[in-house]
């Protein structure tokens, strides 16, 4: 039976437990590991929780970093009978202070999509296999903590990789500075479809009221005039030229700036150019920004 209060995960305060590349559980070879618990967050986005092939130790996934799933998944068909192996990578929220287990948030994209679908659909005790590579690590803490400004510009599902920034950043008590000045900040612009469907929106949001000198969330929501009754004040609309240039420092910082991008495919060829692609182009591109000052999740 799945639960239904909210994981701690999604609950507790930022934590520092970075580890180095190359000490994750799950290695270069696919391993199965269970479903212990599944827990609704919102109408359509869940917390799952999975067992470790060693149930004594964390995950030890550095950060920022995710893993690979892999799941036999029912494929688009009509009939909805035939399955394939799928793969999809996932970030965890949880950090490697958990032992025994790590939790990853998911979206269910319904009956098209087939990865995300499955998690939402598969009972517990099932299995999952997972794994790790090293294309899989990404820009690594403290190196980017060091930064004194930090923007994340985020859509959907892109926010779990901030999560786990956001962990490295203000779990780290060595820099809380009694001169906030000196502290690293971040700026997040989180673009979301509505007001009742913002992933991880009670962590973020939370964080943000209890390090206000720190951590400054803009939230844009596209889709908000769908919404019967909405009482939304705030942004609306995209993450478009207009609000970057309200809300973010100049290029002019240097090296004293970096930028997180990780969003779908369209939020990222808008803003900073495809992700493969070193070369910024789009708003940030136009804006000034160059390649070392911009990195692609």
């Known amino acids: 039976m799945s639960s239904s209060s909210e994981p701690s995960s999604l609950t507790g305060k930022p934590t520092k437990a970075l580890v180095p590349p190359g000490q994750c559980q799950f290695t270069d070879t696919f391993v199965a590991v269970p479903l212990l618990e599944r827990t609704k967050v919102s109408e359509t986005t869940s ?3 999975f067992g470790l092939p060693d149930t004594s130790k964390p995950l030890n996934l550095s950060t920022c970093a995710c893993i690979l799933a892999k799941a036999h998944c029912k494929t688009p068909d009509e009939d909805d009978t035939t399955t394939e ?6 970030t ?3 950090t490697n202070a958990m032992v025994g287990c790590f939790d990853l948030l998911v979206k269910n994209y319904g009956e098209k999509a087939r990865m995300s679908r499955h ?3 598969m009972p517990l005790g099932e299995t999952v296999e997972f794994k790790h590579i090293d294309f899989n690590v990404k820009i690594q803490a403290p190196l980017f903590s060091q930064k004194k400004t930090i923007v994340m510009l985020v859509g959907g599902t892109g926010i779990t990789p901030m999560i786990q920034a956001l962990h490295a950043i203000l779990g780290d008590d060595t820099d809380t500075a009694t001169a906030t000045d000196t502290a690293t900040q971040v700026i ?3 673009g979301s479809q509505n007001s009742k469907d913002i992933l991880g929106r009670q962590m973020v949001d939370k964080w943000a009221a209890e390090y206000p000198d720190r951590l400054k969330v803009v939230h844009v929501l596209s ?3 769908t919404v019967e009754d909405s009482t939304w004040t705030g942004e609306t609309g995209f993450i478009d030229r ?3 240039e309200r809300y973010l420092p100049p290029p002019s910082m240097g090296d004293d700036l970096i930028i997180f991008m990780c969003g779908p495919p369209p939020m990222n060829n808008a803003l900073c150019g495809p992700r493969d692609v070193k070369e910024v182009t789009g708003v940030l591109g136009e804006m000034g920004y160059g390649s070392e000052q911009v990195f692609k999740f």
């Not at 192996?85 to 996932?90: E, S």
Request: aromatic share 12%.
């Open 223 to 225: 889709c908000e005039h």
């Open 85 to 90: 192996d799928v793969v999809r990578p996932y």
């Open 188 to 190: 997040m612009l989180y």
């Open 47 to 49: 917390v799952f929780r």
């Open 92 to 94: 965890p929220i949880s």
């Open 119 to 121: 998690l939402h659909e």
């Open 242 to 244: 207009e609000k970057c």
